[in-house]
């Protein structure tokens, strides 16, 4: 088999679920947030931030892992602020090589300097869409959909479930919860979610990250979430290649994993890349994606997630498209618009590919 070169998976169309605002800033641009705002951060040069944040993050626990958001977050309290992060983050997803990507925030967490929360979602979705126009004007364009998050520790997902329904038409796509995962179960939200289902709205949870098939089962079967954030756990329900009921519905059903394995690895979800799961569920055929989550946490983007897996795997560029249509064909944008990415973006060129 001919190694797939690292700058063709950068120029090969990807599409991307889960990857988080908050977790993806540029590191010199926190830097200078955070001097007008003056919050105090670890470090004050660029390249020491970024190893900063990647080696804070990789102690093997979720909640240590989010307690560096508290830097991230901080510094996205303006519309000024919240606008160019936006911005970069739709141009560095696009230069990366993302075609299609689903962004999500938690618009409670950006409330600390007076800002309502239809004001930090404005400011988002004008961020988004500036550094979208500016992409395709360089050649590289990509479609954004906008998830709003509420924190699963927090009493405000019903507010936050209203909020994403009210910009269904204006960006957001999609609803969430994350945050620390055990003792914090999905029924928790379960009124948030009832509600999404009565206005046809979609939603995903995360689950089967920090906790297993409790979790997941309750984010399925009790709140009805059309695709699962991580889901990795999930593999503890297949023994010896043999699915358990849960396993079998969420196969069956073709219920979206939305896998993002170096974050995984360093919250301690899976060993280590080779040992990640998803070399099973993939074998098995579930619904895989192949996802970031936090870029600047994780000091990763799409093509190198792809990589890594090449590298550990040794996939191929069918492989490659196969995650990518199957994220694609898990897209929260309608039907149609889904299909013309695939038909019209992704198969043609992995077709020059393949
Ligand atoms: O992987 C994750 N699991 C649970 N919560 C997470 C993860 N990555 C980020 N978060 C939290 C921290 C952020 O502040 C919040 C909204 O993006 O979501
Ligand atoms: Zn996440």
Known sequence: MVAIAYEDIVKAPKA???DHLDGGLRPATIIELAAEVGHPLPATEPDELARWFVSACDSGSLERYIATFEHTVAVMQTESALRRVAAECALDLADDGVVYAEV??????????????????????????????????????????????????????????????????????????????????????????????RENFHFTIHAGEAFGLPSIWQAIQWCGADRLGHGVRIVDDITGGVLGRLAAYVRDKRIPLE???????????AP????????????????????????????????????????????????????????????????????SIINEVIKPAYAKLL
């Open 16 to 18: 991307l679920l889960h």
């Open 104 to 197: 999500r925030f938690a618009p409670e967490q950006h409330l600390n300097r007076g800002l309502t929360l239809e004001q930090v979602v404005e400011a988002v979705l004008a961020g988004f869409a500036e550094g979208a126009e500016r992409a395709a004007a360089a050649g590289r364009p990509i479609r954004i959909g906008t998830l709003l998050t509420a924190m699963r520790h927090a009493a405000r997902s019903m507010e936050i479930a209203e909020l994403a329904v009210r910009f269904r038409d204006t960006g957001v796509v999609g609803f969430d919860i994350a945050g620390a995962e055990a003792g914090f179960p999905p029924t928790r939200h379960l009124d948030a979610f009832e509600y999404l289902q």
């Open 259 to 269: 896998l993002c394995p170096s974050s995984n690895v360093q919250t301690g979800a």
């Open 272 to 339: 280590s890349i080779a040992e990640h799961p998803i070399g099973l569920l993939r074998d098995l055929r579930f619904r895989v994606t192949v996802n970031t989550d936090n870029r600047l946490m994780s000091g990763t983007s799409m093509s190198r997630e792809m990589a890594l897996l090449v590298e550990a795997f040794g996939y191929g560029w069918a492989e490659l498209q196969w995650f990518t249509i199957n994220a694609m064909k898990s897209a929260f944008i309608p039907f149609d618009e889904r299909l």
